[in-house]
């Protein structure tokens, strides 16, 4: 049986990183089909096991290729902050460095074979900016560490009524207000984020997907009445990849496209903004939504919350995300050739 090695970094080592990672390696132990690897400092990684109560061995190694055993976490030191750990859930230089330290090493890994996939725990993005870090945060670091300059977001939002189906979210626009979203969206670059969607759920597993693109306004315009984004922009991107043999439909108005999604209608959703397509997968599975980086030669999945410094230390954090994370890396770990084949640099 092929066991898929996975990296989990620890994220900001004084946010609930550590206390997540430790818990879910903690119940994942001695699986004979994967095997966790935590990156970072092992001291954090200990700190957090204890915070959570945890009774397992913290075992720093310095290589991926470890036998993995019942009892054991295992983690490989970087050994940036040594056993003068910062505070708790303070904002720290030293922190911000051990975060992205870990980044750089899980990703070298994944990039040289030695791991399967990385899991990215939280990180502090005014902690590595405060490090030096240039970047707005995982994504941006992760494309210049693995020389892609365009990547994309996938949330994979699970529905166990619907025989355990997998709907995966899209986004034409990221990180901008509304206001720009609606004014960067137009036809050429729906169009290309149809195409990129289809294959992202081609690359993950899907053979034969099945695309919606949902709608922007109210009840989809209503021919004009509510807004034109629909006729001028969406309809004509939809229209040109059914002509290029793509099972893709829409605009569906989203009041009801990710419901439909959910049940099993479509594979994928293609949102336009950063809320439409959060709101209703964070709504239905706030804890099991995990983050998907499309377009990396590397698999990379993330929880998708923050470092939680009110919390952090205090053994409270729930670690379902950072759970939901890793098994989604090793449920798409067999598909990892596929991920290099497509979107090599």
């Given at each position: 049986?092929?066991?898929?090695?996975?990296?989990?970094?620890?994220?900001?080592?004084?946010?609930?990183?550590?206390?997540?990672?430790?818990?879910?390696?903690?119940?994942q132990a001695g699986a004979t089909d994967h095997h966790g690897v935590a990156v970072g400092d092992a001291a954090a990684l200990r700190?957090?096991?204890?915070?959570?109560?945890?009774?397992?061995?913290?075992?720093?190694?310095?290589?991926?290729?470890?036998?993995?055993?019942?009892?054991?976490?295992?983690?490989?030191?970087?050994?940036?902050?040594?056993?003068?750990?910062?505070?708790?859930?303070?904002?720290?230089?030293?922190?911000?460095?051990?975060?992205?330290?870990?980044?750089?090493?899980?990703?070298?890994?994944?990039?040289?074979?030695?791991?399967?996939?990385?899991?990215?725990?939280?990180?502090?993005?005014?902690?590595?900016?405060?490090?030096?870090?240039?970047?707005?945060?995982?994504?941006?670091?992760?494309?210049?560490?693995?020389?892609?300059?365009?990547?994309?977001?996938?949330?994979?939002?699970?529905?166990?009524?619907?025989?355990?189906?997998?709907?995966?979210?899209?986004?034409?626009?990221?990180?901008?207000?509304?206001?720009?979203?609606?004014?960067?969206?137009?036809?050429?670059?729906?169009?290309?984020?149809?195409?990129?969607?289809?294959?992202?759920?081609?690359?993950?597993?899907?053979?034969?997907?099945?695309?919606?693109?949902?709608?922007?306004?109210?009840?989809?315009?209503?021919?004009?009445?509510?807004?034109?984004?629909?006729?001028?922009?969406?309809?004509?991107?939809?229209?040109?990849?059914?002509?290029?043999?793509?099972?893709?439909?829409?605009?569906?108005?989203?009041?009801?496209?990710?419901?439909?999604?959910?049940?099993?209608?479509?594979?994928?959703?293609?949102?336009?903004?950063?809320?439409?397509?959060?709101?209703?997968?964070?709504?239905?599975?706030?804890?099991?939504?995990?983050?998907?980086?499309?377009?990396?030669?590397?698999?990379?999945?993330?929880?998708?919350?923050?470092?939680?410094?009110?919390?952090?230390?205090?053994?409270?954090?729930?670690?379902g995300t950072m759970l939901s994370a890793y098994l989604a890396a090793v449920d798409y770990a067999p598909y990892v050739e596929n991920?290099?084949?497509?979107?090599?640099?």
């Open positions: 049986m092929t066991r898929h090695v996975l990296a989990l970094t620890l994220g900001d080592p004084v946010g609930i990183g550590p206390e997540i990672t430790a818990k879910t390696l903690a119940e700190r957090g096991a204890e915070a959570m109560g945890l009774d397992v061995e913290v075992r720093a190694i310095d290589s991926f290729d470890i036998e993995p055993a019942d009892g054991v976490i295992d983690i490989v030191d970087t050994g940036v902050l040594g056993d003068d750990l910062p505070e708790w859930g303070v904002v720290d230089k030293r922190a911000g460095q051990a975060a992205v330290s870990a980044i750089e090493v899980a990703t070298r890994a994944a990039l040289d074979g030695k791991v399967a996939g990385i899991v990215t725990g939280p990180i502090n993005k005014e902690a590595i900016w405060a490090a030096g870090s240039k970047h707005l945060g995982h994504t941006e670091m992760l494309g210049e560490l693995t020389g892609v300059t365009k990547q994309d977001t996938m949330f994979v939002v699970r529905n166990a009524a619907a025989e355990n189906h997998h709907l995966r979210i899209f986004f034409t626009t990221r990180h901008v207000s509304l206001r720009t979203a609606l004014d960067q969206i137009n036809q050429e670059l729906v169009g290309e984020s149809i195409r990129k969607a289809h294959t992202a759920l081609q690359v993950f597993g899907v053979d034969h997907p099945r695309l919606a693109v949902a709608a922007i306004n109210p009840h989809g315009g209503e021919n004009g009445a509510f807004g034109d984004e629909e006729i001028v922009h969406l309809t004509p991107a939809v229209q040109a990849a059914q002509a290029e043999g793509l099972d893709v439909v829409g605009p569906v108005p989203a009041d009801s496209v990710f419901h439909q999604g959910l049940v099993g209608r479509y594979d994928g959703v293609l949102s336009h903004f950063h809320d439409q397509g959060h709101i209703p997968a964070k709504t239905f599975d706030f804890d099991g939504t995990i983050s998907v980086t499309v377009g990396l030669p590397i698999l990379r999945t993330s929880v998708d919350h923050g470092t939680a410094f009110d919390i952090a230390g205090s053994g409270k954090a729930g670690h991920i290099r084949a497509t979107y090599a640099p």
